[in-house]
């Protein structure tokens, strides 16, 4: 019941009616019920007044002529009456006459005193009446009761009027507002119908405010699905390029573990295989744990983005490269990129190596014997014990091939001249091709001037050999050697080829395909270029 009323406004509002119309219903009933009465108490004397008026001139007669047997049947008229239960006529000498028992009243309500016939002053006797008290509790019940039910049933009727208005005007139209409500759920743009008689009062401005509502949230509703839609094609999109990509993409957490990762990463730094697994890149790298640690320190420190090319040898010494870039994130956390640069640190290799290579002879060439030489005479300068020899070498007779047999055949002499050079030197030599027919040697750890030469001798002979063509003709060139030591003393790059090539050019002047040696000190102001110094033959 306490459910039904809870649930229901109608039954609610009933019940409170009925409570509120009972408890004023039965305080009217009693205040209505004590009015009745008293009208009723009023009635009753009026009634008893007509009768003592209707008997009391015969009542007058009797008492005037002591007729007892006209005064008993003047009461006898009141006898008849259901309102009266005795009565009686006294005069002074005593009861006269009794009517409804023998005795007299026991309680007189009304007594009427009864006139001479002749004098209207002059009393001759008193009529006494007891009313029918039973009778009259009978009529008094009987109004109450009447009463009580017509209060009774009028409290009902307004509570029937009220449940039925509320559940026409209240109840029903919420209801069918409630249906609507739940008709247009889940569906944007829906809207709730104004329940009909409805369209002017609070009912109706009820339903325009929530369909007013419903199509704001409905538009925001659509509004923040495009947007959650657009949002995951972006992420989807994103997530497939990240899967995708051939960078590997990583997010580092404050203790420096791998958080996330894309499958790139795996291929790229071998890891992390299990997803479970978060190793710190350390872990994950252990031969370049101090590189990677400090990398991700000068992130840490700068609060900037930094990288680091990463060499990383296989069991079988196959070297591999990889890039890290590393980029702060907030509160100690960072993303990072790894990239395989094997292949472009191969290219740079080989570019490097083209760029200090001759392509006709496959040894260095100018550039690359500049560093070389620079490399040699810095180490030479940290230890002067670490001497060496250089040797220019300009070929003799080479213009005569290339006239004779052409520039084929030239290539074909240069070629195998740098083969022969290349043939007498020690791995830790160095032999290049500066240009036409111009070679320069560096005999590293050669200081003694006559083992230089005796060496010097031995590559000219062999450059002294002749040179089979191409169709079998044969070429022959000699070599003219010129050297310098670099010993106890120092000097430069430059200055050591200028003196070799002093002594080269002495070679030259004095007939060629020879051996000599210029010697410190020489200073660069002594010997102009390619003039007489102190050069020897030996
Ligand atoms: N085949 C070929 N010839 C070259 C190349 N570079 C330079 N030459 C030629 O080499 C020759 C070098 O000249 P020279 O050094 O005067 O010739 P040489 O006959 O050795 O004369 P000397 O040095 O005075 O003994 C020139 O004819 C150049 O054209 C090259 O790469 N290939």
Redesign the pocket.
Known sequence: MAFALSRKIGLRTAAIVLAVSGVVGVGFTIGSIQYQQEQERAEVNRQVETLLDAISGTASAACFVSDKQLASETLAGLGGTRIIHRAAIRTREGVMAVAGGRSMPSNPVITRAVNSPFSKTETVCQIEVELNDSHLRQRRFDVASRTAAMQGLQVLAVAIAVLLAVAMAVTRPIRRISLELHRIEGRPGGAVAIPPGHEHDELGSLVVDTNRLIDGMSRLITSERHLRELRERDEQRLRLIIENAETGIFTLDAEARMESWNPACVRVLGGPTRHDAHPTLEELLPELAAQIAALRQRVFERERSASGDFELRDAIGVSRWIQLVLTPSGEGTMQGLANDITDRKRAEAEAQELAVTDN?TGVLNRLGFERALKDRVASHARDRQDGFTIAMI???????V?DTYG?????H??RTVSARLKRGLRRTDTLARL???EFVIVLDGVTDEATAVTILHKIRNTVLEPIELDGGAIAH?GA?IGLTIANDELCGAEELLRRADVAMYEV?KAG?NDVRVTSFPHAANETSHRSPADSRTI
């Open positions: 006709l300009d070929l003799d007779w080479f213009k005569q290339n520039h084929d055949a030239g290539d002499v240069l240009g036409g027919d060139v003219s030259k060629r």
